[in-house]
């Protein structure tokens, strides 16, 4: 049997993207977060090792080169982020699902490389919506915010190419429909290669 042990969760920033992610560690203990390298500084709030291994853009680039990447992107200008491959090994060693947070491209590049990776793209309910949830959560400049709007429009082009997409208007559903779907897929219940779901 094929084992589905590969989450990837993307959405144009400011989706509720780590707020979804926050409730499917809560709710699947089998799941452990697979934490990125960036080189973007740290906010207040964040720790090492748990939210990001924050190295500089040196040591950044110089991991690229020793190939310690699943895959990376710079995601925003000047601003790395990467999959470490060790992390996803040490959560397969653990016999546990990984689950990724990554942008979108990020994610198709992942998939390119690990077909069994099941893929969800979170929708915003709108653009406008999407501004209001960036300027609420108040982490990011006026321009920088303009920035991810921009970025989002791209993004959502894509969405088509994601195994599954959740819209994320009402959380309280949002949150269920993924419990849900999250639950199949541990239960093998969605089939890697083709993602339908079986009874
Ligand atoms: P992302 O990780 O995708 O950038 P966050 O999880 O940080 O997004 O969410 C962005 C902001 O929107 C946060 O302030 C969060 O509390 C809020 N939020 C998330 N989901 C919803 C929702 N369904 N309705 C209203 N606000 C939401
Ligand atoms: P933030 O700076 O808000 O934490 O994240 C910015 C963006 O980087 C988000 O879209 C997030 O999904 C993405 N991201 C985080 N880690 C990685 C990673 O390892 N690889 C890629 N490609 N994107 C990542």
């Known amino acids: 049997m094929i084992m589905n042990n590969i989450i990837v969760i993307s959405a144009p920033s400011g989706t509720g993207k780590t707020t979804i992610i926050n409730h499917l560690l809560d709710k699947f ?3 452990e977060f697979s934490v990125s390298a960036t080189s973007r500084a740290p906010r207040p709030n964040e720790i090492n090792g748990k939210h990001y291994y924050f190295i500089s853009q040196e040591e950044f680039k110089k991991r690229v080169e020793q190939n310690e990447f699943i895959e990376w992107e710079e995601v925003y200008d000047g601003t790395m982020y990467g999959t470490p491959a060790s992390e996803v090994s040490r959560i397969c060693g653990l016999k546990k699902v990984a689950l990724l947070d990554l942008d979108v491209f ?5 998939k390119s490389k690990f077909k069994n990776a099941f893929l969800i793209f ?8 999407l501004r209001e949830r960036l300027e609420k959560r108040g982490s990011e400049s006026p321009e920088a915010i ?17 195994d599954y997409m959740l ?3 009402e959380l309280d559903e949002a949150q269920c429909e993924i419990e849900h779907t999250v639950s199949n897929f541990l239960h093998n219940k969605i089939v890697p290669d083709t993602f339908r779901i079986v009874e």
């Open 29 to 31: 203990k089998e799941l």
């Open 106 to 110: 990020g994610a198709l590049n992942f």
């Open 122 to 129: 979170v929708l915003p309910p709108s653009l406008e919506v």
């Open 146 to 162: 303009d920035r991810r709007i921009e970025k989002a429009k791209e993004e959502l082009t894509h969405a088509l190419q994601f």
């Open 167 to 169: 819209l994320n208007d």
